[in-house]
């Protein structure tokens, strides 16, 4: 049987990739600081950990696993990664647990580590027209990530690379764009947008207005889970290093997601701009490369990703709302 190991399994993706390895018949061991939120873990060993610290990684990392998937991050959505209260413990967290997983692995010899880097690495000036954002792997530098989380990521990517040229390993590295889906976090602050707006078009009345940051002009694209498991095992289990980009050509203003989830809940919603957190005006991923090398890209449509998604936010919005019987 082979083995896996999933660092960050508690997480949104980790969660659902442990379920996938588990389906392909592997034995998987998941580790993180905590457990995942919204579902039992489906994994052989999960252990409750810190990757930050070395003993945990060393004790965790005790074989040579057959494939390793490091997805540990300090990470959320706009109005975390950029208000700026963060930023030294983002940078600190993150590159700590990729410098101790990444060394944990190479002292047991394992060939290679699947990193999650992320589109927040691209450079800000490529990124400032919402119509025709460049988001090429090529277009990296001269770097100029918009955020602290971005440089990390760019630190990272340059790390796992150093290690194949200078070890002989062979690590993959893929650059995520907006990730979505059930089972994800949907509120407090970390969230990122399509789950945002469900929860906003699912706690709204009929008729009722949802906030938008900004002038809700700002275009991305976003990736159903499913299609970025696929990519993801794709590329690892590939002869192509990456870094590659991971994510939908399908670009949508906010204001457009918004009025999407609002069809798919069946309201007529007005929105509401508001000040808050956007990051840059506009990113889209370039798929010309994934195709080229691992002859694949994904290609579900944003709306029924989001039709997935909707019914299951909407249940767990109702669910806190529902108030609690007395003891």
């Not at 034995?27 to 489906?42: F, M, S």
């Not at 959505?77 to 990444?102: C, K, P, Q």
């Not at 590659?244 to 203003?253: L, P």
């Not at 998604?309 to 609690?324: D, F, G, K, S």
Request: glycine share 10%; proline share 4%; net charge negative.
């Amino acid at each position: 049987m082979k083995t896996a190991l999933v660092c960050g399994a508690g997480g949104f993706i980790g969660g659902h990739l442990v379920r996938r390895l588990k389906r392909e018949g592997f034995w998987v061991r998941g580790v993180d600081i905590k457990a995942h939120e919204y579902a039992e873990t489906e994994a052989d060993d999960f252990v409750i950990g810190d990757l930050r610290d070395q003993a945990l990684c060393r004790a965790v990392i005790d074989r040579r696993f057959d494939e390793v998937y490091q997805l540990a991050a300090d990470m959320g959505g706009a109005g975390y990664i950029f208000s700026g209260d963060h930023d030294a413990e983002v940078m600190h967290n993150s590159a700590t647990i990729n410098l101790n997983v990444l060394d944990a692995c190479h002292k047991r010899t394992i060939k290679g580590v699947f990193y999650s880097s992320s589109a927040c690495m691209y450079p800000a000036y490529n990124q400032e027209d919402p119509d025709n954002p460049k988001c090429s792997e090529d277009s990296a530098y001269p770097a100029a990530p918009d955020s602290e989380y971005g440089w990390e990521k760019l630190f990272s990517e340059r790390l796992y690379l150093a290690y194949n040229r200078n070890h002989g390993m062979r690590n993959r590295i893929a650059r995520y764009h907006n990730i979505f889906g059930p089972q994800g976090t949907w509120d407090g602050g970390r969230e990122k947008a399509p789950a945002a707006m469900c929860r906003k078009v699912a706690q709204a009345p009929q008729g009722g207005q949802i906030e938008i940051w900004g002038d809700g002009q700002q275009t991305r694209s976003f990736l159903y889970i499913d299609e970025c498991l696929e990519g993801t095992m794709r590329l690892y289990r590939s002869d192509f290093e990456g870094p590659v980009n991971i994510g939908s050509e399908e670009m949508v203003t906010i204001n457009g997601l918004a009025l999407m989830v609002a069809d798919i809940a069946g309201k007529a919603l007005e929105l509401r701009h508001v000040p808050g957190p956007q990051g840059v005006r506009g990113r889209n991923s370039d798929n010309a490369l994934i195709r080229q090398r691992l002859g694949w890209a994904p290609g579900q449509g944003l709306r029924q990703g989001l039709e997935q998604t909707y019914p299951w936010i909407e249940q767990q919005v109702m669910r806190n709302a529902a108030p609690r019987k007395a003891a």
